[in-house]
């Protein structure tokens, strides 16, 4: 695979995926943003529209199990999920954007995320219940094609770490699963 200091043309499909990373990276940002802690939602609640949501999916159950995890876990522990919610999303953001630790954090992290949600939002009316194995796709891309290495920090710390003499093999065998 190609890296940060290789030419790239209009056909490198790992560019493609880079600028497609970033940009679903933003996404994470925004949907992150919105569920903000100093955003006080419709409810009172902080987290924006969060707490509404959950009550959504509390109501529109896809599992009654996962509605009942919801309505007597979550919700009695909301400003912890919140929170929660908040910083791994801000994370996987972080992590597509400038393209570091893409395939633990924006590839598994974000998959398991968008499991999640998809689990959640099924059976709400309205949903575009056809998103969730789109974006669940995209992240298993980045995942398995280690997304970062190209037009992002994972490709330089690889090259990095290959060029330089203190870095052992055990470090260097880290690295090449990691980024």
Avoid at 87 to 92: G, Q, R, S, V
Avoid at 101 to 126: D, E, F
Wanted: glycine letters at 14%; hydrophobic letters at 45%; one cysteine or more.
């Amino acid at each position: 695979m190609k890296t940060n200091d290789d030419n790239c043309s209009v056909r490198d499909v790992a560019l493609w995926v880079g600028l497609y990373r970033i940009a679903l990276g933003f996404m994470w940002f925004d949907q992150a943003l919105q569920k903000a802690p100093w955003i006080i939602g419709p409810e009172g609640k902080p987290y924006g529209w969060l707490y509404g949501y959950i009550w959504k999916e509390i109501n529109n159950p896809t599992f009654g199990f996962y509605a009942e995890f919801l309505k007597n876990i979550l919700l009695p522990n909301f400003g912890f999920f919140g929170l929660t919610t908040f910083l791994i999303e801000i994370a996987i953001g972080c992590s597509l954007v400038f393209g570091i630790l893409v395939p633990l954090i924006g590839g598994l992290g974000g998959t398991l995320m968008q499991l999640n949600i998809a689990v959640g939002s099924y059976r709400i009316p309205g949903e575009w219940f056809w998103l969730w194995p789109l974006l669940i796709g995209s992240h298993i891309i980045f995942m398995m094609g280690r997304g970062g290495r190209r037009v992002g920090l994972d490709g330089l710390i690889l090259k990095t770490s290959s060029r330089s003499p203190n870095a052992g093999g055990k470090l260097r065998h880290i690295l090449q699963h990691l980024v």
